[in-house]
């Protein structure tokens, strides 16, 4: 044995024999009671018998036994010279005044202090009252055992369980076994519960669902203020409510003022709009239909092929009067990702209902070879794919053609319009301007097309330019390379940038304040 192991054994030895000696301490009021004789009060008709070498007092008629503060009432009982009391019909114990115990038949020791009482079993005391076919009475601890199924009545509740412990100075109970609790608001199912009928709370040790009208609870730690509608549960959580499910690590909510908050991998989804949202920290508002989530927060738009991925500083989800999402609103540093579009801009609102997403401020979207600016954008999405938006004021439309030239379309406002998720024509209103590099098949140069036009249209094919149609006042020309200044081959305001979009759903996390233009 090593040295230090020698040293330190004897530290921990001392340890543990104080602890144990303060358990002992705290015990001696019990296990140091003096014991008592139990005494006959009364009886109708009293036989002194014996039974196998025992005196044995023999009782009929309204029997009354005492030992200290408890008082024992039967139709007929024995009492043994070695403190056995065995009683039939009408049993009842009154201890001190505040527990009452009832049955058919008991068997007691009065060195012991336990009874043992059986068929037709009550416990009544001014918190509940508890109906089980066998119960054992511990005078000592003042707790009630039932092992045969029972079953526990308050003035709001009704709690059953196969196995269950009650003690009866702290009037708190354990259940386990097939629990279930019946409530005017909610039923629930566990394995294991505490209820505390002073307090009226539930604890939750175990795996747990609760059923209400609208809800459905599900815990594996926790608690439940039956009086106050208040809960607080602390593992593997989830409560769904109508078409919202919320998960998360600990989970507060407040039934009468319908407030929630959750925090630690947080996760809500909307199912009738398979909707969605992540994120650190919730706070849910039923009456006024919203719920806020922050920190990390991530928005998910399901869909069985290509979900779109949002990340925002904080998300605000609105319901509608039956409870479904109308809508999404995403504030500060907003990214998203999916497979075909990426985007960004400060601020995003989601018209759930007539799928319309809006960017806001700033907006940025990249279209495979496509980018997109303006001053905002509006999105239209049918069957969960573009259908076509709307970009106003400073509309901006780049595609790169070579390592440093670029493909350029901007006006007041553009309508763009997507096919298969393909970008295929965009129809320019007001102040229209392009800049287009024609090139052979060959990838060879013949020259830069620039044009003005208060109305056109352009369509593509294959992501490229086929064909521009000036639909008032056109002004175009095709100049060579050479005759074309390098900052004439640039609109004003024109801008590329590089560096933020996202190449995939986890990028959408990262920001750069400034971004990277050309």
Request: aromatic share 12%; glycine share 4%; charged share 25%.
């Given at each position: 044995?090593?040295?230090?192991?020698r040293?330190?054994?004897?530290?921990?030895?001392?340890?543990?024999?104080?602890?144990?000696?303060?358990?002992?301490?705290?015990?001696?009021?019990?296990?140091?009671?003096?014991?008592?004789?139990v005494?006959?009060?009364h009886?109708?008709?009293?036989?002194?018998?014996?039974?196998?070498?025992?005196?044995?007092?023999?009782?009929?008629?309204?029997?009354?036994?005492?030992?200290?503060?408890?008082?024992?009432y039967?139709?007929?009982?024995?009492?043994?010279?070695?403190n056995?009391?065995?009683?039939?019909?009408?049993?009842?114990?009154?201890?001190?005044d505040?527990?009452?115990l009832?049955?058919?038949?008991?068997n007691?020791?009065?060195?012991?202090?336990?009874?043992?009482?059986?068929?037709?079993?009550?416990?009544?005391?001014?918190r509940?009252?508890?109906?089980?076919?066998?119960?054992?009475?511990?005078?000592?601890?003042?707790?009630?055992?039932?092992?045969?199924?029972?079953?526990i009545v308050?003035?709001?509740?009704?709690?059953?369980?196969m196995?269950?412990r009650?003690?009866?100075?702290?009037?708190?109970?354990?259940?386990?076994?097939?629990?279930?609790?019946?409530?005017?608001?909610?039923?629930?199912?566990?394995?294991?519960?505490?209820y505390?009928?002073?307090?009226?709370?539930?604890?939750?040790?175990?795996?747990?669902?609760?059923?209400?009208?609208?809800?459905?609870?599900?815990?594996?730690?926790?608690?439940y203020?039956?009086?106050?509608?208040q809960?607080?549960?602390?593992r593997n959580?989830?409560?769904?409510?109508?078409e919202?499910?919320?998960?998360?690590?600990?989970?507060y909510?407040?039934g009468?003022?319908?407030?929630?908050?959750?925090?630690?991998?947080?996760?809500?989804?909307?199912?009738?709009q398979?909707?969605?949202?992540?994120?650190?920290i919730s706070e849910?508002?039923?009456?006024e239909?919203y719920?806020?989530?922050?920190?990390s927060?991530?928005?998910i738009?399901?869909?069985?092929?290509d979900?779109?991925?949002?990340?925002?500083?904080?998300?605000?989800?609105v319901?509608?009067?039956?409870?479904?999402?109308?809508?999404?609103?995403?504030?500060?540093?907003?990214?998203?990702?999916?497979d075909?579009l990426?985007?960004m801009?400060?601020?995003?609102?989601?018209?759930?209902?007539?799928?319309?997403?809006?960017?806001l401020?700033?907006?940025?979207?990249?279209?495979e070879?496509?980018?997109?600016?303006?001053?905002?954008?509006w999105?239209?999405?049918?069957?969960?794919r573009?259908?076509?938006?709307?970009?106003?004021?400073?509309?901006?439309i780049v595609?790169?053609?070579?390592?440093?030239?670029?493909?350029?379309?901007?006006?007041?406002?553009?309508?763009?319009?997507?096919?298969?998720?393909?970008?295929?024509?965009?129809?320019v209103?007001?102040?229209a301007?392009?800049?287009?590099?024609?090139?052979?098949?060959d990838?060879?140069?013949?020259?830069?097309?620039?044009?003005v036009?208060?109305?056109?249209?352009?369509?593509?094919?294959?992501?490229?330019?086929?064909?521009?149609y000036?639909?008032?006042k056109?002004?175009?020309?095709?100049?060579?390379?050479?005759?074309?200044?390098?900052?004439?081959?640039?609109?004003?305001?024109f801008?590329?940038?590089?560096?933020?979009?996202p190449a995939?759903r986890h990028?959408?996390?990262?920001?750069?304040?400034a971004?990277?233009?050309?």
């Amino acid at each position: 044995m090593p040295p230090e192991y020698r040293r330190k054994k004897p530290a921990g030895l001392l340890l543990a024999l104080a602890a144990v000696a303060v358990i002992l301490v705290s015990s001696l009021p019990v296990l140091s009671q003096k014991t008592t004789k139990v005494q006959l009060e009364h009886a109708d008709v009293l036989k002194i018998t014996s039974e196998n070498g025992v005196n044995v007092q023999v009782l009929m008629g309204n029997a009354i036994l005492k030992q200290d503060s408890t008082y024992f009432y039967c139709d007929t009982a024995r009492l043994d010279e070695n403190n056995n009391l065995r009683a039939v019909g009408q049993v009842h114990i009154n201890y001190g005044d505040s527990v009452h115990l009832y049955g058919d038949f008991l068997n007691y020791s009065g060195n012991t202090r336990i009874a043992l009482l059986d068929s037709n079993v009550r416990l009544v005391d001014k918190r509940a009252t508890l109906y089980t076919d066998h119960l054992e009475y511990d005078r000592n601890l003042a707790t009630a055992y039932y092992f045969t199924g029972g079953r526990i009545v308050d003035k709001k509740n009704v709690l059953t369980s196969m196995k269950g412990r009650y003690f009866t100075r702290t009037y708190e109970f354990i259940f386990t076994d097939s629990v279930v609790v019946v409530n005017p608001d909610y039923t629930m199912y566990s394995d294991t519960l505490k209820y505390n009928t002073e307090s009226e709370i539930v604890y939750i040790e175990s795996p747990t669902d609760i059923y209400g009208k609208d809800d459905h609870i599900y815990s594996e730690k926790g608690w439940y203020n039956t009086r106050t509608n208040q809960a607080e549960l602390s593992r593997n959580n989830r409560i769904d409510h109508l078409e919202q499910i919320l998960k998360g690590d600990w989970i507060y909510y407040d039934g009468e003022k319908e407030y929630g908050k959750a925090m630690g991998n947080v996760w809500v989804k909307d199912t009738a709009q398979n909707i969605i949202l992540q994120g650190g920290i919730s706070e849910f508002y039923r009456s006024e239909q919203y719920s806020y989530i922050t920190d990390s927060a991530c928005a998910i738009l399901v869909d069985t092929y290509d979900s779109l991925y949002m990340h925002a500083d904080s998300f605000i989800l609105v319901l509608d009067s039956a409870n479904e999402a109308r809508l999404l609103f995403a504030y500060k540093h907003m990214k998203f990702y999916r497979d075909d579009l990426q985007g960004m801009c400060d601020s995003l609102v989601f018209r759930v209902q007539d799928s319309v997403i809006a960017l806001l401020k700033n907006p940025v979207l990249w279209s495979e070879g496509n980018q997109l600016t303006a001053d905002s954008i509006w999105m239209h999405v049918n069957d969960n794919r573009i259908d076509s938006m709307v970009l106003f004021n400073l509309a901006f439309i780049v595609s790169r053609d070579s390592i440093d030239t670029y493909n350029q379309i901007k006006g007041r406002q553009m309508r763009a319009y997507f096919r298969d998720n393909q970008l295929y024509k965009i129809n320019v209103l007001g102040n229209a301007e392009t800049i287009y590099y024609i090139r052979e098949e060959d990838f060879d140069l013949i020259g830069i097309n620039k044009s003005v036009s208060s109305y056109m249209m352009i369509l593509l094919e294959d992501r490229k330019l086929k064909r521009i149609y000036y639909l008032s006042k056109p002004e175009a020309v095709l100049y060579p390379e050479k005759d074309l200044k390098k900052e004439d081959q640039y609109l004003r305001d024109f801008k590329w940038i590089t560096g933020q979009r996202p190449a995939n759903r986890h990028e959408i996390f990262i920001w750069q304040e400034a971004g990277s233009e050309n």
